[in-house]
């Protein structure tokens, strides 16, 4: 009776000891960004930038302009189109990375594949007072669309500063496993701002 | 002695100890936070642009190696293709060399616009005006290989709100004088 | 049954009560000597790395110096085992009989007793790697792209090393000559210690570092692929279970014998603390008669290699002895569990674990209250933060509000244990006491 009882107590202190290593921070969450949480529509305001984000949209393919001649970004997955508005703080600062979190958290970085514009996608300098207007754009899968977060932070690593994270919410899925309401063609010729070049 | 004597005197020890260790606390807790945070402090002084020194209108002061004098802030109404509420800014300073040495003594050189709330503007890459040949920015000045005696024509550009351009004014900072930068005042200061 | 349970957390409280200020003093003291150390080593480095090597040393001893003290400040508010050590002393008072317990000789007699076996246990489980982290870590920042000083740590693999074990030896033979001689006792057997502990520090390090290598050479092979991962976990289960800060994505879904090789360390760590203040205390391990007869074995082996160099067999014998205080006591350890009840052991690994735990969130916590800052700011934040809490690198380096707590907690857990009715039995049957250790020293 004894031995078994004392079976138990351990049995309960092993599962405590696993909940304790599990849950216990480590290094990198101790300097990790600090998050500041909202939604779409928000003013989201962190240390060096506030941000705001007026619509998600998504696409089967991009369209660019790549040093004068047209170009059609397809994907095997969905593009995810979030369009935001930045706004300095106390000093004028870069905005330069994003990422998208999936509901399974897994998360995916901000694309490379459009580094050859370099206007109105990150990195993005903003200034103190003076609203500026990006494109954020993700090659994500259709099925980590839904419930998803929008993390925004001035640099990459950004140790303890403040990491804006916007929940997208719900997302409905069409028949194919789109998101519904994804086009086929987003045309991101135009600039974000309506301003000509 | 016997056993009980012994255990008093111990305990009165340990009194004596305990008050000694709560001075002790006194001195050793800022003493170590000045040991551990020695060199995390004086590298937030040399990167940064924390304290002001105030340069009255019209006179030139020696930073980093050189005089700096401020010779114009002007905005540039009128332009086109600008978000609306914002100005381009034009800060003129003109700078008489003295050490040579500018990619040490400029390094990291920053000029910016601070207004009436403290907040601060960087040169912007939006605007692009025409200037004369001999105008340069701080960042490509360092490379220029002036001489001691050289005057060099410096203008930045900035991009402001329109209700902020009668409060701001232009500062200097450089590596080799940071924590300190030059708070230029204006003609009405 | 309960009562083990709630003795010792009671105990705790009232330990860290009746002496937080000289805990806290001495924690201070220890980081501020730490740091200096650190400093004088990282900085004698760019002028010599073995230089450098042998005084950071000094750093680890620090370290060791504050947790022995520390303990020691307690032994007023932990009777039973006192009376262990009356006891112990009792038997053997012709060695150690004249011993008055003034500040002096009581200072001595904790670094040449209590020191070096501890020293050897620090150093065979790993916490000398978070010590040459830091090294290397101070050293970076002072060079930050490597200029002049290179990596510091190339010593050792370099021959260089035998040199610097070849002058330890040789002060070590000096300082006991003079010991013998007479005069000045105490400042040549910290001169001895300090050599030894230099041994211990370069020598221990190296050998787990070549281990590695010849590991990952025999690795590199490829003759037993499916083993390979089985064989990491068994040749290195300590610094695998530590060197776990960083957890990639592909680590969440590592294997169930990993993760219980983990955990079974991570339980396993608390044990080996109680352990190390039951050395502290002078309860020594090395009088446990069933242990000691594998370790006869081992030395009857080692008897034929009497013929081989003096200078060699010393060195030897220091690696044996080193490894013999890592594994009795860990023998010792489960023996002290089993005698001690199964509730008090498991009070001792779940609230040593949880002291690890609020201390981790708790900086996270301040974190959150301090709130988001430029890195130059955060910076200077830390280092309050860390003094506090201990550094975010949660290696060996402590806060103030955590390693005093530490101590108050491990101290009171052996009280109880020492104070338990069958425990009382066997401990007077039993001799003991810092005698008995100081064959070693």
Known sequence: MRRLANLVLLLVAVALCYG??????????????????????????????????????????????????????TTGGVWALVTVEFAARDASTVVSTASWRGPTRLTYDHTERLSFINNGFLPVTVDPGLQKKARLVFEVRPEEVGNATVLISSKLLAALDSQAEISIGPVAASSDGMPAGTVDTLDLTQPVDGLPK | ?????????????????????????????????????????????????????????GESAHFGGSDWKLTDLRGAFGMKNLPPGTVPVLADFA????????????????????????????????????????????ISAIFSGAKTGDVLNLRETFLVPKDVTNTIRPAVGVGSERPYFLLFQMEKD | ????????????????????????????????????????????????????????????????????????????????????????????????????????????????????????????????????????????????????????????????????????????????????????????????VICETNWIFVGLYVISRWKDDIVGWIMSRNIFPTLQAAAHGVANPVSTAFADPMVPVEVTSIDTSTKLIALFFFML???????????????????????????????????????????????????????RSRYLPIANGVRITLSSGVVLMLTLIVGYRLIDWLAAWAW????????????????????????????????????????????????????????????????IAQPAGPAGAAQDA
């Open chain 2, 1 to 57: 002695m016997t056993a009980q004597d012994l255990a008093q005197d111990n305990r009165l020890g340990e009194k004596k100890w305990r008050r000694r260790s709560l001075w002790a606390l006194l001195v050793l807790i800022p003493l170590t936070l000045a040991v551990e945070a020695y060199d995390s402090v004086k590298a937030l002084l040399v990167d940064n642009d924390l304290f002001e020194r105030r340069v009255a209108w």
């Open chain 3, 269 to 323: 760590l608390p044990v080996i603390w109680l352990v190390m203040t039951a050395l502290i205390y002078g309860y020594d391990v090395r009088d446990d008669k069933g242990l000691l007869r594998v370790h006869e074995r081992v030395e009857r082996l080692g008897a034929r290699y009497r013929t081989i160099p003096k200078f060699m067999r010393d060195f030897v014998e220091h690696f044996i002895s080193g490894y």
């Open chain 2, 95 to 138: 700078v008489t060399v003295g050490n040579p040495d500018l990619q040490n003594l400029w390094l990291g050189c920053k000029v910016m616009l601070i207004d009436a709330e403290g907040r601060r503007w960087l040169p912007t890459s939006a605007v692009r005006l025409n200037a004369p040949d001999n105008v340069q920015t701080c």
């Open chain 3, 1 to 192: 049954m309960l009562a083990d349970f709630t003795k010792p957390l009671g105990l705790t409280f009232r330990l860290w009560w009746r002496f937080w200020p000289q805990l806290v003093a001495m924690v201070l003291l220890g980081i501020v000597g730490g740091d200096l150390f650190m400093q004088i080593a990282a900085r004698t480095a760019f002028v010599n790395h073995m230089a450098g090597l042998a005084l950071l040393t000094l750093v680890a001893l620090t370290q060791l110096i504050v947790t022995v003290a520390m303990f020691q400040m307690l032994l007023p508010a932990l009777p039973a085992i006192r009376a262990a050590q009356e006891a112990a002393r009792g038997q053997t008072s012709g060695e150690t009989g004249a011993e008055t317990s003034s500040g002096a000789s009581r200072l001595a007699r904790m670094v040449s007793v209590a020191l070096l076996p501890f020293f050897a246990y620090y150093a065979a489980w790993g916490f000398l790697g978070d010590t040459v982290r830091q090294y290397s870590r101070v050293t970076l920042d002072m060079a930050p792209f490597g200029e002049g000083a290179g990596n510091v740590l190339d010593v050792l693999d370099s021959r260089w090393l035998i040199f610097s074990v070849v002058i330890s030896w040789l002060v070590r033979r000096l300082a006991q000559a003079m010991q013998k001689r007479g005069g000045a006792k105490s400042f040549w057997q910290i001169v001895v």
């Open chain 3, 364 to 427: 996270l916590g301040m974190t959150r209250i301090i709130g988001p800052h430029d890195l130059d700011t955060w910076q200077v934040l830390s280092e309050g933060v860390s003094l506090l809490f201990g550094s975010a690198f949660q290696d060996s380096s402590t806060g103030i509000l955590v390693e005093p707590l530490r101590i108050c907690f491990l101290a009171a857990i052996l009280e109880t244990a020492f104070a338990l009715p069958k425990r009382r039995a066997v401990e």
């Open chain 1, 20 to 73: 304790l290593q599990m849950s216990k921070p480590h290094y990198a969450d101790l300097i990790g960004p600090i998050p500041v949480r909202g939604k779409v529509g928000d003013v989201v305001v962190g240390r060096s930038f506030e941000v705001r984000v007026e619509k998600v949209q998504f696409a089967r393919k991009l369209r660019a302009d790549r040093y004068g001649e047209t170009k059609v970004l």
